[in-house]
């Protein structure tokens, strides 16, 4: 007996870059995606859309940070002080489920740290992109650091 979902296929399947983040990040759709590919076995991607697709991922990250950033102003200006607590951010957010399951998909949770004082906070954490990127931000700075080297041609960037 054939499976339904490789029958119905006519040729190679060919993924882009949205795909494909489809299949490292659950987002719309995903579930559909990982069933409809279970058993093909002529996938084709581009080296564009594997580019592409850990830029997205770094991008998340990037995004994420800043949403945290956010969190942490509007948690200092309801209660004095920003938080050290990633559960006091969650509540900040309105909705601790939906905060809880995107922080997961964009960053290692053994990789995150969260400080804060009175008057200053610092978040850094490494992303679940290819290159393991950490990131961090501050109340007054953010950068993006890749972990693995890049091809000689491009110098590793530093924050300041």
């Known amino acids: 007996m054939s499976d339904p979902w ?6 190679p399947i060919y993924l882009d870059a949205s795909a494909v983040v489809k299949l490292f990040v659950p987002e719309e759709e995903s579930e559909e995606l990982n069933e409809a590919l279970v058993g093909a076995e002529d996938v084709i991607l581009s080296d564009l859309a594997l580019t592409e ?9 990037r995004e994420g ?18 938080t050290d ?22 960053f290692d949770p053994d990789a995150f740290l969260l400080e804060a004082g009175r008057d200053r906070y610092r978040i850094r954490a490494r992303a ?8 961090f931000i501050t109340d007054t700075t953010f950068c993006a650091l890749p972990s693995a080297p890049r091809p000689a041609a491009r110098k590793r960037r530093r924050c300041r």
């Open 53 to 61: 697709t850990a830029s997205a991922l770094g991008r998340r990250a």
């Open 6 to 11: 490789v029958d119905r296929w006519a040729g």
């Open 128 to 135: 679940l992109d290819r290159w393991r990127s950490e990131v």
């Open 65 to 82: 940070l800043q949403v945290l950033a956010e969190i942490q102003e509007a948690h200092k200006a309801a209660s004095g002080s920003y």
């Open 85 to 106: 607590r990633l559960a006091d951010l969650a509540r900040a957010s309105g909705d601790a489920r939906a905060f809880q399951e995107s922080m997961g998909r964009i």
